[in-house]
């Protein structure tokens, strides 16, 4: 399969691919269906003189996941403010918002130098890690206390406020993007986009990136060292377009909404079942732990769905509900609902009740995982589930490795050894691995 590993390019340029639907709780839209910009500005704090700080929102204002984006933090570090400026006029993916600060130093910058009126260095004043450190104006005071700066408090209010998925900070003059301790696959993707290494350096106390990895560590905050002196328009532009591609990594799969008939009749079989087989007196799917891959054997959306919305005995097993999946992924990459998460459906014998089928349609491994889109989606779909119930990589498994789950349980015992051939431990190393490459659960959430 020539190919499989090259999955960030292929995931962010499948079509199909944007904002899900009330299932994954986003906005509808699709990463390569733009947000027409629109900034609204407001005033986050003021500096010591007084003077403005300013933030821009970008994108839709519903749009669950938001990128912030610091131009200036030093007031002699001014290049990245041409990279702020120019994300202002941009069109954002749908489900991201951008929050753009052009300057969190305005005396700084105004005075030109590295720490605010007071003298304070303010990548030295926040929480994490903060200790005295100089007097005012050497290069790297701390200041009297953690958050003693107006406009570090006005950046960790912002902060808490939205709660970024990703912050990035523009520095000078090192030229790289630190390995900053959160998602390495993001922090690599910006990198790669911008053209810097990709390098660690060492944390200072008090840094505000530090602050964010202890407060949220869930995500993730890192610093872009430009070179020295102004950007000119060709690096302007590959810094925007850097921040651009982390924010379509980010964006929500697209997943059309087709419910089968899942009404009271339904609902009681499938509690009848659930007390049959996992002896629980529910229908509700409570705390899914497992992702479970199947193929349809068929090549037909319409015939796959017919199926599962005909709710009669399966041919194999002979018992109701009929058989379901909560998601199915077409040839062309498109993902549609079929039933809430929130409901058990009968896909996987052993481990229905806490686990959430996703199949494809296709007659075989080889030709769901060969075809480009129909791979990036199921890839993408599986990734941001995975991280909305915190489901662990080596729990995101193919039909036919059910036995080997630790949550395999069954109390009919002529099924307890039962499986399927879909989606062999061969396939789903590869998927697996495939997987492991995207941004984090975390960041997908």
């Known amino acids: 399969m020539s190919g499989w590993l090259a999955l960030l390019a292929g995931v962010a340029s499948a079509a199909g691919l944007g904002a899900p639907a009330a299932g994954l709780g986003a906005p509808a839209g699709t990463p390569h269906e733009p947000q027409a910009a629109s900034g609204r500005v407001e005033t986050i704090g003021r500096s010591v003189q007084g003077r403005p700080i300013r933030a821009v929102r970008v ?45 969190l130093n305005p005396d700084g910058a105004a005075a030109g130098t590295r720490q605010n009126a007071r003298g304070v260095d303010l990548n030295r004043n926040f929480p994490f890690g903060w200790r005295p450190i100089g007097r005012p104006f050497d290069t790297y005071h701390s200041g009297p206390g953690p958050l003693s700066e107006p406009e570090s408090r006005a950046a960790a209010a912002l902060i808490r406020r939205i709660q970024p998925r990703v912050t990035l900070y523009y520095h000078q003059m090192m030229r790289l993007v630190d390995r900053g301790g959160g998602d390495t696959a993001l922090e690599r993707l910006y990198a790669r986009h911008s053209g810097l290494p990709y390098d660690a350096i060492p944390l200072p106390p008090g840094a505000a990136t530090g602050w964010q990895h202890d407060s949220f560590p869930r995500d993730t905050a890192f ?82 769905y017919d199926t599962f919305a005909q709710d009669t005995p399966d041919v194999e097993l002979g018992e109701l509900p009929g058989v379901c999946a909560h998601y199915l992924i077409d040839r062309d990459g498109t993902v549609t609902q079929l039933v809430p998460t929130a409901i058990m459906c009968r896909h996987t014998v052993g481990l229905n009740y806490t686990a959430i089928g996703i199949e494809h349609v296709g007659v075989s491994d080889a030709q769901v ?77």
């Open 223 to 304: 610093v872009v060292e430009l070179p020295a002196g102004r950007l000119d328009g060709r690096g302007v532009r590959r810094h925007a377009e850097a921040v651009l591609a982390v924010a379509r990594a980010l964006a929500p799969p697209r997943v059309r909404q087709r419910p089968i008939p899942f009404g009271a009749e339904r609902k009681r079989e499938m509690r009848a079942y659930a007390r049959r087989h996992y002896g629980i007196d529910d229908f509700r799917l409570r705390r899914p732990r497992v992702i479970v891959q199947h193929y349809t054997a068929s090549n037909s959306f319409e015939s796959a």
């Open 59 to 103: 994108g839709d204002p519903r749009a669950r996941i938001r990128v912030l984006v610091v131009g200036e933090i030093h007031g002699t570090e001014l290049a990245g403010r041409a990279v702020t400026r120019r994300l202002r006029r941009t069109r954002v993916p749908r489900g991201v918002q951008l929050w753009l600060v052009d300057e």
């Open 369 to 445: 995982l060969r075809n480009r889109r129909q791979r990036a989606a199921s890839l993408r779909l599986t990734r941001m589930l995975q991280g909305r119930y915190r489901i662990r990589l080596h729990n995101v498994i193919g039909h036919n490795e059910s036995l080997s789950s630790p949550f395999h349980r069954e109390r009919v015992e002529r099924l307890r050894r039962q499986t399927h051939g879909d989606f062999t431990r061969s396939s789903m190393r590869r998927y697996r691995r495939a997987l492991d490459r995207l941004p984090s659960p975390a960041s997908l959430r």
